[in-house]
């Protein structure tokens, strides 16, 4: 029967009935540029201070701060207080610009990430590769925290994008041994030929069978393509349809949300067959010797007769049959991305959302022939006791933390990568030094982030004051292609290193533009220095400033538009 406010650094209890003052005891005059945080958690009302500018170069870390203050909510006392310092988040970074929230025994702050103080013992929790959005926060209701999108670039190796709901720890699965996860129909044991009976569809420089193109992901046809493009046929196949793949005179293509894999006649368009699998698919298929491996998020890689849509044999790459809802579907807790990898006749996929989540990434290698379990490595950068890795220091502040997310594999030949996490051809888990084509957030990421892109590279700097660092340094756009010795894109001229500069969204001069550039790159990491390019004058086309900071173009013409793809 009492409300409560908190105006000028004081905290007042009124009786709801007849509005007399109860009580009033100091309290932070406001959250980091929001209200004060006076919350309800534990039967006591909490002045949760979580102002101010925390971070400075060489913050003792293990020094006390500050203190959350519990009142006893009818006398005003003092009943208990929580101490607060870095190690605790404080001083790692400013709490996020919006309120902390309680639920019921719990404080629940987002200084780094998200930070769960125990009320009752003030013990805390921290996971940072978890963040809610500016000025709402997140929601702690259902048993669940939901996450809504937010636009920070800090622990981008690590923290999930899009909205979520995350739920306690999951005990960790023990995953069923790998003679159970394959199983086999009468059609493996079949060979594959063409339509003709004779032999297996060829692919040839001409053909296009996987993501991108190849293993790399570059987007390079070698064979030579007419100029006079026109319409030759147009086929209706289902929604979402993902991007195409095509070998001779077969084009393969996948239905997202209806979870299908459709053959076309490349002269007709017209309809050879379809196959629906367990869960959607939300890339393209990969041709190999006669079949089509594709992933899918019941946590399933697909292996089909190319010529007739047969299921040849399924891999369970999910540790256990275990499902959650995404985008209105059932589907595994560790799905898997529909274009499969295969490099040597050694099919690669991983299953999962992120090393935090669920156990972690489980990446395989398969015979692409038999599936056939060759390897497993998971990626699961939790300790024992759920416990997340130390979070990396840098010149700015502590903005990056270990981890790995989902994504379609690709590899250079040598060495395979997900996202900036590299593997030898054994699928070991190796030094992150190797030059590749990447997106950080993802190749099926399709929201085209402004604080991200996609990049030549080793690795990406996090944070708001590094995300723009390795972009204005290494070849860098919203889309890139990779020749044997030049890098083609579309994006922005260069990335205003936010914040401390004026428009640290969009600065003057920042322009969109077609570029060649060649592939080459360099070191980066959160101390490196860049050349940011002169400022253009008013009337400057891009041609005129071709040397964009440290970056070698070739050539630069805007264009007016957006390019969502590119080949060449």
């Not at 046809?221 to 001779?248: C, E, H, Y």
């Not at 295969?342 to 599936?371: E, I, K, N, P």
């Not at 001229?493 to 077609?514: C, F, I, K, N, T």
Request: aromatic fraction near 10%; charged fraction near 20%; include cysteine.
């Amino acid at each position: 029967n009492l409300v409560f406010t908190a105006i000028g650094g004081t905290l007042t209890a009124y009786d709801s009935a007849d509005g007399r003052k109860q009580w009033s005891a100091p309290c932070a005059e406001s959250g980091y540029k929001t209200p004060p945080g006076i919350l309800v958690a534990g039967g006591l009302i909490w002045d949760v201070d979580t102002g101010g500018e925390p971070y400075r170069p060489g913050t003792d870390l293990t020094k006390i701060n500050r203190y959350f203050t519990g009142y006893d909510p009818h006398t005003g006392n003092v009943v208990k207080r929580l101490p607060v310092s870095g190690e605790h988040g404080y001083a790692i970074m400013h709490h996020r610009c919006h309120v902390p929230r309680a639920s019921a025994d719990w404080i629940i702050t987002s200084f780094p990430g998200i930070e769960f103080f125990d009320v009752n013992t003030g013990s805390v929790t921290h996971d940072s590769w978890l963040r809610g959005a500016c000025l709402y926060g997140f929601l702690p209701a259902n048993g669940l925290i939901y996450l809504p999108p937010n636009p920070c670039a800090c622990y981008i190796r690590a923290r999930p994008t899009g909205f979520w709901a995350a739920a306690g720890v999951r005990t960790r699965p023990h995953p069923l041994p790998a003679e159970e996860r394959l199983e086999l129909t009468a059609q493996s044991l079949t060979p594959t030929k063409n339509p003709s009976g004779s032999h297996r569809l060829q692919v040839t420089d001409a053909d296009w069978p996987t993501y991108r193109g190849d293993a790399a992901r570059s987007g390079w046809l070698s064979a030579p393509v007419s100029p006079d493009l026109r319409p030759l046929w147009t086929a209706t196949i289902g929604p979402g349809a993902t991007q195409a793949v095509a070998v001779a005179d077969r084009v393969f293509v996948a239905t997202k949300d209806d979870c299908t894999v459709h053959a076309l006649d490349a002269d007709t368009g017209a309809r050879l067959w379809q196959t629906t699998l367990g869960g959607r698919i939300d890339s393209p298929p990969t041709y190999y010797a006669g079949t089509l491996l594709v992933g899918s998020h019941d946590g399933y890689v697909y292996c089909l007769d190319a010529e007739t849509g047969h299921l040849r044999w399924r891999f369970c790459a999910a540790p256990i049959d275990e499902r959650c809802v995404a985008y209105d579907q059932v589907e595994s807790v560790w799905p898997v991305h529909g274009s499969i990898l295969v490099d040597d006749d050694v099919a690669w996929c991983c299953a999962g959302r992120s090393s935090y989540l669920d156990g972690g990434l489980w990446v395989y290698r398969l015979d692409a022939a038999t599936g056939k379990q060759l390897s497993c490595t998971r990626i699961d950068t939790l300790g024992p006791k759920n416990e997340q890795p130390p979070i990396e220091p840098t010149i700015f502040a502590r903005l990056e933390i270990d981890g790995a997310r989902n994504d379609i594999l690709s590899s250079n030949g040598t060495h395979v990568f997900l996202r900036h996490w590299t593997f030898d051809r054994d699928g070991r888990s190796v030094s992150q030094t190797v030059p590749h084509l990447m997106s950080p957030t993802g190749f099926t990421d399709d929201s085209w982030f402004r604080r991200t892109y996609w990049i030549y590279g080793a690795t990406y700097v996090s944070g708001a004051q590094g995300w723009a660092r390795a972009g204005n340094v290494c070849p860098s756009g919203r889309i890139l292609c990779l020749t044997d010795d030049r890098i083609y894109g579309f994006g922005r001229d260069w990335y205003p290193p936010s914040p401390g500069v004026q428009h640290q969204m969009y600065l003057a001069g920042e322009h969109e533009r077609l570029f060649s550039m060649p592939k080459q790159t360099r070191d980066v990491t959160p101390e490196t220095e860049i050349v940011l390019p002169k400022k253009r004058k008013r009337g400057e086309t891009s041609s005129e400033n071709a040397t964009t900071g440290e970056k070698d173009v070739l050539w630069t013409q805007e264009t007016g538009f957006q390019v969502k793809a590119l080949l060449v």
